[in-house]
């Protein structure tokens, strides 16, 4: 796959979503290929630490369903940050229903998270129609989504023909599929696609409840991913997250560069 030696911001010609095409180049700017997962529970530790390592990231990954204390003030003190220090918020929401419920999911209640994430992600274990109907609320918006077409847990049954329909999905309807969740880039697709990988970490194998780590080299070298996802090598105990923020990020795009000139 020739575009694996392309810098990012030349790929974005290959993507046809603005939004894609904006973290590409974002990434670049940045140099960086770091997201960090931030799963915190109260509203102010989470702005705190967004905060501290937003300078470092390209995207900042959210579970909002997680913080006791959700409110808009929070969307309000999120965006102002994605501005300030210039990332994407990705909504880790992993819708998994038919179309119109997804709709609902997605636009309403007490998150409406397609007013503030730029990025959102599903299963498709429901069928096309979870892509047809996010898009239908995501893309008049400028937003992009990703396909779980891979998990980095151990026993995931997104493995095979799962995996293999899940790309067909992404090639029909790439106007609003930005990329994938998946361990490695796919081969000999029609369109480019951004791959993000969690499960990363550089100290430790697993967590003991079947998350699985391996190294910013390993996927984006070995597996031709584009962006690593960290979250508790991060800011897990005992951890300063602004040097490890750094650590991430240089492991990243040292891979990255590595990976330029092979
Ligand atoms: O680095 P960790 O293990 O502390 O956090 C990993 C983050 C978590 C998971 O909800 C998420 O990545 N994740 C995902 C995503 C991003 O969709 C998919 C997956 O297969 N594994 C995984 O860990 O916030």
């Known amino acids: 796959d020739a575009r694996l030696n392309y810098q990012y911001s030349q790929r974005a010609d290959g993507l046809s979503n603005p939004l894609a095409k904006a973290l590409l180049a974002l990434m670049e700017q940045k140099q960086s290929n770091l997201s960090v997962a931030v799963d915190l529970t109260k509203k102010a530790d989470i702005l705190a630490l967004i905060e501290k390592i937003g300078p470092f990231v390209c995207v900042i990954k959210t579970h909002v369903d997680v913080i006791e204390d959700f409110d808009q003030d929070f969307v309000q003190q999120l965006t102002a940050l994605s501005e300030k220090h210039r990332f994407f ?3 880790d929401r992993k ?18 998270i397609a007013s503030w994430a730029h990025i ?6 429901p069928g096309e129609g979870i892509v047809q109907g996010l898009k239908e609320v ?26 293999e329909t899940t790309l067909e999905w992404a090639e029909k309807h790439s106007d609003f599929c930005i990329g994938f969740i998946a361990g490695r880039r796919f081969p000999n697709l029609q369109h480019d ?10 100290d430790v194998k697993g967590d003991g409840m079947g998350q699985q780590y391996r190294t910013p080299h390993e996927v984006i070298v070995n597996c031709g991913s584009d962006i690593i996802i960290v979250g508790r090598g991060i800011y897990g105990a005992g951890r300063d997250p602004v040097v490890e923020a750094q650590r991430y ?3 990243g795009w040292d891979a990255y560069q590595e990976r330029l000139t092979k």
């Open 193 to 202: 696609f951004i791959t993000m990988s969690p499960g990363i970490g550089l």
């Open 89 to 91: 918020i990705f909504e």
């Open 249 to 251: 990020k240089k492991a």
């Open 138 to 163: 995501g893309l008049p918006l400028g937003r992009g989504l990703l396909l779980l077409a891979e998990m980095s847990s151990k026993g995931s049954l997104a493995t095979g023909s799962y995996t």
């Open 120 to 125: 959102t992600n599903c299963h498709t274990v």
């Open 95 to 112: 819708f998994a229903d038919i179309g119109n419920t997804v709709k609902l999911q997605y636009s309403s209640g007490v998150y409406k």
